[in-house]
């Protein structure tokens, strides 16, 4: 994935250089052109400083575009309406998911859990994601205590899958639901 400029960045540079060139003319006693751009570039720069201030990276996505447009043509639009909301910059909040973790008491206010990578399972056309978090403060039992319910949270007929691949780190699979059934039935084991 290729580095992006963010909102607020670009919004702090346009107030940068306006605010620079407010000054310059000001100096150079071009009023007409140093009141305008001097006024307005200050308040946008605060703005964009206040933005970056609040501002969430974009998690690391996996997922190459075709996959991605092949998910918006085939897949459930909840699953690509997930990974367009974690794969963008967010501001005013502590986390990705922040009001989803909430709602499933999977979320702790000193130590939120961070979500840092997601990436798109497909099996047999039908698809679903793996999602790293970061656990921190919630303990990795309360995650397996929701697990039926993180299935069908995020997107119908979805099954999760919970692995804890390091300290304070999980995986949380969300696979479909069919093909989980299937790979039980014929292996016998989950």
């Not at 310059?24 to 006024?39: E, G, H, M, Q, R």
């Not at 998910?71 to 367009?84: A, F, M, T, V």
């Not at 910059?89 to 973790?101: D, I, K, N, P, V």
């Not at 970061?134 to 995650?143: A, D, Q, S, Y």
Request: hydrophobic share 40%; net charge neutral.
């Amino acid at each position: 994935m290729k580095k992006q400029l963010s909102p607020a960045s670009l919004v702090s540079i346009t107030g940068s250089i306006l605010a620079v060139t407010g000054l310059i003319s000001y100096f150079k006693d071009a009023t007409n052109l140093s009141v305008p751009t001097f006024f307005y570039g200050v308040p946008i720069l605060l703005i964009g400083l206040a933005m970056k201030n609040s501002e969430i990276q974009p998690v690391k996505s996996l997922i190459s575009s075709s996959q991605l447009m092949k998910l918006k043509d085939q897949g459930p639009k909840e699953l690509s309406d997930l990974i367009g909301d974690v794969t963008r910059f967010r501001y005013g909040q502590r986390a990705h998911l922040e009001t989803s973790l909430q709602a499933l008491k999977l979320w702790d206010d000193n130590k939120p859990p961070q979500l840092r990578e997601i990436e798109l399972i497909e099996i047999e056309h039908q698809f679903g994601v793996r999602m790293k978090f970061e656990f921190l403060g919630v303990p990795i039992e309360k995650w397996q205590d929701k697990k039926d319910r993180l299935g069908r949270f995020f997107a119908k007929d979805l099954i999760a899958d919970i692995a804890c691949s390091s300290p304070g780190e999980l995986s949380l699979q969300l696979l479909p639901k069919s093909q989980t059934l299937e790979k039980t039935n014929i292996d016998g084991t989950e």
